[in-house]
């Protein structure tokens, strides 16, 4: 009977953005198309996307967020700053200000402003009116590490976002650091046109993978690093990163014996033969890192290279080892069968003179198992070998 065996080699040592859309942005918490009217605006044709946008006389508050926030989200619109004093302010639901995007004229300079206070306003850029910006304010309020930063783009004839400037250190007014109590609201100040708006978590649109090392030894563990950016700034990452194991021909590992954890840790089983695997570290966004490639070098003394049957293969002959160190302590080799349920079925043992075989050689070490007489492609036979280490 012709039988086709399944052979599980185990040696054992007796001693592992592009992100969303186009702007990075994660899960959209608030967003206003600004098409439908509202109280308080006029709609008006001719946003850069060819689409309606609105026109403020007076301050509007649209809601926002079911609660005031203190996580790290992205302000997102395109605006224009029609007069003296346009812009927008995130705000918390008893009034308190975050970040004032202001227009104001300093030395007959128009500019795009962070007010600071009643009569302190802080020049950012220069604007002009009737030109459309995109803008965002990426950042924490009232965290202890509350950051704000702001991003401005300007828009070409063509509706295209050009011309990147990104400023950091943003004043977030009365929502600084260990306030307690972050924003949920946007309010849009009078002669502001806003279109797209848009309050959501970033993702990242670049990852940077490394490792402490690129070598890790089967049954020991190797700590992967991971660095998010959006638009070259840093971002805290927390949970929204997930990694892949490639073989070096590109095929993804899907293995239980070689694994990488949500804190990025590499896990290589006792077990695995040498060999190398590329790791790579995916954002729930879409941003895809560098690829890391690990070498796992195997913990055996004897590692097995491959197995001789017999033309009917009713019977394991031998084995092709080689003896990675010069250790000569005792050993065995153990042979297991599983029946198709996977239980143990029968084990059996030999014994291996390690020290007469030579390092780094391979030879040929004769075992002559015969198979159960049962024993079909449905079984499965597994080898190892235990060293006096263990």
């Known amino acids: 009977m012709h039988r086709t065996v399944r052979l599980v ?44 946008y609105y026109i403020t006389e007076a301050a509007v508050d649209l809601p926002g967020l079911p609660e005031d ?63 459309w910006y995109h803008l965002e304010l990426m950042g924490k309020y009232s965290a202890p590490d509350s950051f704000m930063y702001l991003l401005l783009w300007r828009y070409s004839e063509q509706g295209e976002r050009t011309d990147l400037q990104i400023f950091t250190n943003v004043n977030r007014r009365q929502l600084n650091a260990n306030v307690g109590q ?41 700590q992967l690093t991971v660095e998010g950016f959006r638009y070259g700034i840093p971002l805290t990452l927390q949970e929204s990163v997930s990694y892949r194991i490639y073989d070096p021909s590109g095929a993804l590992l899907d293995s239980p014996e070689i694994t990488v954890d949500s804190s990025g840790v590499l896990q290589a089983a006792a077990f695995v033969p040498d060999q190398e695997v590329i790791v790579e570290a995916v954002d729930i966004g879409g941003a895809v890192s560098n690829p890391v490639r690990v070498a796992i070098k195997s913990n055996s003394i004897l590692q097995i290279v491959s197995a001789g049957f017999n033309r009917e293969q009713t019977q394991l002959v031998d084995l092709e080892v080689v003896k990675n160190s010069a250790c000569d302590c005792p050993a065995v080799l153990v042979i297991e069968v599983y029946n198709p349920e996977g239980s143990l079925y029968e084990r059996a043992y030999r014994p291996v003179d390690s020290g007469s075989i030579p390092i780094k050689e391979p030879v ?15 079984w499965q036979l597994a080898v190892r070998f235990v060293s006096s280490l263990d």
């Open 182 to 222: 972050g924003a949920s609201l946007i309010r849009l100040e009078p002669h502001t046109s806003v279109d797209n708006i848009k309050v959501f978590k970033p993702a990242a649109d670049s990852l940077t993978l490394s490792a402490n090392s690129d070598l890790v030894v089967a049954g020991q563990q190797l």
């Open 364 to 378: 040929f070490l004769p075992v002559g198992y015969a198979l159960p007489e049962q024993f079909d492609e449905q």
């Open 9 to 52: 080699c185990l040696a054992l040592l007796l001693l592992y953005l592009a992100a969303g859309a186009a702007e990075g942005s994660g899960t959209v918490l608030v967003e206003y198309s600004c098409e439908t009217p509202i109280e308080g605006v006029q709609v008006a044709a001719g946003a850069p996307d060819g689409s309606h």
């Open 69 to 131: 926030s203190m996580e790290l989200l992205v302000w997102s619109m395109d605006i224009r700053f029609d007069e003296e004093g346009a812009g927008f302010t995130p705000v918390a639901t008893d009034g308190r200000l975050g970040t004032c995007i202001r227009s104001h004229t300093r030395r007959e300079q128009y500019h795009l402003a962070v007010q600071a206070g009643n009569t302190v306003f802080s020049p950012m850029v220069e604007v002009e009116r009737g030109q």
